[in-house]
């Protein structure tokens, strides 16, 4: 069974940058594919990316496309997410999480290990 903790959440401007991880243990990493989502209170869960096994594909929502960028290292089983011209809609707890599909999943339901996530709040 696959532990997934995530980092690097924090407080930014409008415009501004961060870089989440999400360390993988008690799996092997690269037999999964791996996903971002978000939830903002009141909301319900968001996909927002993800990457498939060998880290070379990848698929994001339209509102995060060209600003947000997932990779891999399954030397290091640690996802990450780089987000830039980070906006104040952008704000939510983000989760990681793994799945045993092929390619790059976007449903929750798809997912089967989740992490606790890691809360972004962007200021105007």
């Known amino acids: 069974q696959m532990q997934l903790v995530e980092s690097g959440g924090g407080l930014v401007q409008a415009g501004g940058s961060l870089r989440l991880s999400c360390a993988a243990s008690g799996g092997t990493f690269s037999s999964y594919g791996m996903g971002w989502f978000r939830q903002a209170p009141g909301k319900a869960r968001e996909f927002v990316a993800s990457?498939?096994?060998?880290?070379?594909?990848?698929y994001y929502i339209d509102p995060v496309n060209g600003r947000f960028a997932i990779s891999r290292d399954n030397a290091k089983n640690t996802l990450y997410l780089q987000m830039n011209s980070l906006k104040p809609e952008d704000t939510a707890l983000y989760f990681c999480a793994g799945s045993e599909m092929y390619g790059t999943p976007h449903r929750p339901s798809n997912y089967i290990y989740w992490g606790q996530g890691t809360q972004v709040t962007v200021s105007t």
């Open positions: 990457i498939n096994r060998s880290g070379t594909a990848t």
